[in-house]
Nanobody, 112 residues
Framework: EVELVESGGGSVHPGGSLNLSCAASGFAFDMYTMNWVRQAPGKGVDWVST????????YYADSVKGRFTISRDNTKNTLYLQLNSLKTEDTAMYYC?????RGQGTQVTVSS
């Protein structure tokens, strides 16, 4: 059974940084493209970033490009998202995503 467990969220001031992790199990992690998505309070789910199975290709939403970095460690079955230069509008629940399957999410709150 696919299991995705996100961690690393927290509360930071604008300009701060966080590093999110997603521990994956129940499938061949190194064979799948993975995504990060987020959902702000009262809003729909927004795509944030994608990384291919090998970690050699990455893609970002315009709103996070240059500030967030997606990566993966296939030896540890773990997906990462480094969040830098955080803005208040980055406040959301962040989920790792495999073909629409998500974990419980990790909350990121950016406020002054």
């Amino acid at each position: 059974e696919v299991e995705l467990v996100e961690s690393g969220g927290g509360s930071v001031h604008p300009g701060g940084s966080l590093n999110l992790s997603c521990a994956a199990s129940g499938f061949a992690f190194d064979m799948y493209t993975m995504n990060w998505v987020r959902q702000a309070p009262g809003k729909g789910v927004d795509w944030v970033s994608t990384i291919n199975y090998a970690g050699t290709s990455t893609y970002y939403a315009d709103s996070v490009k240059g500030r967030f970095t997606i990566s993966r460690d296939n030896t540890k079955n773990t997906l990462y998202l480094q969040l830098n230069s955080l803005k208040t509008e980055d406040t959301a629940m962040y989920y790792c995503d495999k073909d629409g399957r998500r974990g419980q999410g990790t909350q990121v709150t950016v406020s002054s």
